[in-house]
């Protein structure tokens, strides 16, 4: 199977490279062309443009970190639309709005092709590790096409019915990671504040019922509040946080707490901490 893969970010090279590594033949594409570089050395060609990557694949793969970026990869004359041919896929992993999926869904079976939205749920290790766990909506048929790639980057995979559906289950993933890291840098925060040891109070976190791998990934550097390198930089959280409250506005759901936690991580990224991980958040809540 041909497989083409836009999108070369911290998530999207990772995925990629899982794909080069089970013997797809995958061409890939971005915008910086250097990203390219360690995944061509290891056997992937290289396209000039997401046209090119989905003339020459079967199914085509794009990780974009918002809508506006999935827009200029995929429409145009150099974008994967104007590529596609009757019969091919197209799988859009990114984490976006539903109308942004559906739009890519129509575009798509306009030119007699399939589509499937897939967002992930995990951060740079887990698309190392290819333990990501992937939300698929959409074309069925598409989705049993790209099962075997599928399964090379995520340990868990879910089909969940008609394009939009997978969007509308990332965002409520992402709400709720948003509050509970939130939540523990305030824990952490008033711990330290009022003398505790803030190792103990992961300790105590771990040993109960909110005991969960975020925590013990994130609570160290959360306590140590130094550098936060960007596993899932904070700009993309908030992004997420703000779709998710477009999508209650639209259905007629509040949303309280995360329209407070969205306030605190809007904050941070005019602290300057978009690029670092979510976790920077903690800087604004310490105020160190």
């Not at 020459?56 to 990780?63: E, T, Y």
């Not at 970026?69 to 974008?79: C, E, F, K, M, P």
């Not at 013990?216 to 908030?238: D, S, T, V, Y």
Request: neutral net charge; charged residues 20%; proline residues 4%.
């Amino acid at each position: 199977m041909n497989i083409g893969f836009v999108g070369l970010g911290i998530m999207g090279s990772a995925m990629a490279a899982n794909l080069v590594k089970a013997g797809f033949n995958v061409t890939v594409w971005n915008r910086s062309a250097d990203k390219c570089v360690l995944l061509a050395d290891s056997g992937a060609e290289v396209a000039a443009s997401p046209r090119a990557v989905a003339e020459c694949s079967d199914i085509v793969f794009a990780m974009m970190a918002n809508p506006a970026a999935v827009r200029s990869v995929r429409d145009g004359a150099d974008g994967i639309i104007a590529g596609l041919r009757r019969g091919k896929g197209y799988v859009d992993m990114s984490t976006v709005d539903v109308n942004t999926s559906l739009e890519s869904a129509r575009l798509t079976h306009e030119k007699g092709g399939l589509f499937l939205e897939a967002p992930v749920a995990g951060s740079r290790k887990p698309a190392e590790d290819a333990t990501l766990t992937i939300m698929a909506a959409g074309d069925r048929e598409l989705y049993e096409l790209s099962l075997p790639a599928l399964e090379k980057m995520g340990k868990k995979i879910l089909y969940l019915g008609d394009t939009g559906k997978a969007t509308r289950m990332k965002l409520a993933n992402n709400l709720v990671m948003g509050g509970m890291l939130a939540a523990l840098c305030e824990g952490v925060a008033l711990a330290s504040k009022s003398g505790l040891d803030t190792a103990q109070l992961l300790e105590v976190l771990d040993s109960g019922a909110v005991s969960n791998p975020m925590f013990r990934l994130k609570g160290p550097q959360i306590g140590a509040n130094r550098e936060f390198p960007p596993a899932f930089p904070l700009k993309h959280m908030q992004k997420d946080l703000r779709l998710a409250l477009q999508l209650a506005e639209e259905v007629g759901q509040p949303l309280f707490v995360t329209a407070t936690v969205n306030e605190l991580y809007k904050a941070a990224l005019a602290q300057g901490l978009g690029d670092a991980d979510f976790a920077a958040v903690n800087r604004v809540v310490r105020k160190e």
